[in-house]
């Protein structure tokens, strides 16, 4: 599985930006998928998660009543959401998918990730 985001840019505080991730190859598994991110010299860390349904989300408190993730099955494409940004969500932005139904707060449990796309929110 290839994943490729987009989306990222810079924008100013309290601003909103969509990032987008389209997944390619063995699409046809079942795959929970995750946004993380990964600010300049700090750990990567979880965002947001969802199920391959699509009905299950979960959210790190740092972003939750801010970023909505979603995705659509059709279009092998996962969304983030992210309005009323902050500066310190400044950061790169990864998906990955898990292999299996459920979402996952963990970056051990996911199989495949992509490049990353920046997010920088000024201040």
């Known amino acids: 599985v290839q994943l490729v985001e987009s989306g990222g840019g810079l924008v100013q505080a309290g601003g909103s930006l969509r990032l987008s991730c389209a997944a390619s190859g063995r699409t046809r598994s079942s795959y929970a998928m995750g946004w993380f991110r990964q600010a300049p010299g700090k750990e990567r860390e979880f965002v947001a998660t969802?199920?391959?349904?699509?009905?299950?989300?979960y959210y790190a408190d740092s972003v939750k009543g801010r970023f909505t993730i979603s995705r659509d099955n059709a279009k092998n494409t996962v969304y983030l959401q992210m309005n009323s940004l902050k500066p310190e969500d400044t950061a790169v932005y990864y998906c990955?998918?898990?292999?299996?139904?459920?979402?996952?707060?963990?970056?051990?449990?996911?199989?495949?990730w992509g490049q990353g796309t920046q997010v920088t929110v000024s201040s």
């Open positions: 990955a998918a898990a292999k299996g139904f459920s979402g996952s707060y963990y970056i051990s449990d996911y199989d495949y």
């Open positions: 969802i199920s391959w349904s699509g009905t299950s989300t």
